[in-house]
């Protein structure tokens, strides 16, 4: 089945403590991207991926880092988490550039205590 | 750049009546525009597309949007509201040469009435 998975689909956890968040597509999608949701703001691009090795800033980075050095797998990673990054992210793929559908993930809610 | 506003954070309507959402969008080129559905504890799931070729865009569930230039809108429609169709609803908009930026709006939340 074409799916995009994310674990884990939820965490609690403490200010500045690392963590990480696992995206993995199995449709070998070229672009890849991570959002965070929020009420009353809908989706922000916190970053996204056109390839292998290829990542760059959307429109909230601050506090987060991602990689991809495989094409299936772009985790997102919070290096010291902050309660105002308490939010519901989403992992998303797609073969190509736009008009190209979207897919999304399941989510991850976040709680930083 | 772009941007898309949602008008009304929330609607409802009784089972069987006419759904409309609002949307309207900005960008100084030819946009893409795009309607996604979210169901509690769910991620998003694309409704419909406008892509240029047609102007009246039919998605799934009975769901319809209408490209209108001169108004800068993409309203989402159905007919006739079912029980299942009370989720989230997100108009998001991008364009060819941004190709990794995809605007969404803020949301409406659909509720149905029995």
């Known amino acids: 089945e074409a799916q995009v998975t994310q674990n884990p689909r939820y965490l609690i956890t403490v200010t500045g403590k690392k963590l990480t968040v696992t995206c993995s597509q199995n449709?070998?999608?070229?672009?890849m991207s991570w959002y965070r949701q929020d009420p009353g703001l809908g989706l922000r691009q916190i970053y996204y991926?056109?390839?292998?090795?290829?990542?760059d800033k959307g429109d909230v980075p601050e506090g987060y880092k991602v990689s991809r050095k495989e094409k299936r797998n772009f985790p997102l990673i919070l290096e010291s988490p902050s309660p105002n990054q308490t939010s519901l992210y989403f992992c998303?793929?797609?073969?190509?550039?736009?008009?190209?559908?979207?897919?999304f993930g399941p989510g991850t809610r976040l709680t930083v205590l | 750049a772009q941007s898309v506003t949602q008008l009304g954070s929330h609607v409802s309507v009784s089972e069987g009546a006419l759904v409309l959402l609002r949307c309207n969008y900005s960008?100084?080129?030819?946009?893409?525009l795009f309607w996604y559905v979210q169901y509690p504890n769910q991620g998003l799931q694309l409704l419909l597309k406008?892509?240029?070729?047609?102007?009246l865009v039919k998605g799934i569930n009975g769901f319809e949007a209408e490209f209108k230039k001169s108004e800068t809108s993409f309203h989402l429609t159905k007919p006739s509201a079912h029980m299942s169709d009370a989720a989230e609803y997100f108009c998001?908009?991008?364009?060819?040469?941004?190709?990794?930026?995809?605007?969404f709006g803020s949301g409406t939340r659909l509720s149905i009435r029995p």
């Open positions: 998303a793929s797609r073969r190509e550039a736009p008009p190209d559908t979207q897919y």
């Open positions: 449709m070998n999608h070229e672009y």
């Open positions: 991926s056109m390839n292998v090795e290829v990542t």
């Open positions: 960008s100084s080129v030819p946009p893409y």
């Open positions: 406008y892509t240029s070729a047609a102007t």
């Open positions: 998001a908009v991008t364009t060819y040469s941004s190709a990794s930026k995809i605007i």
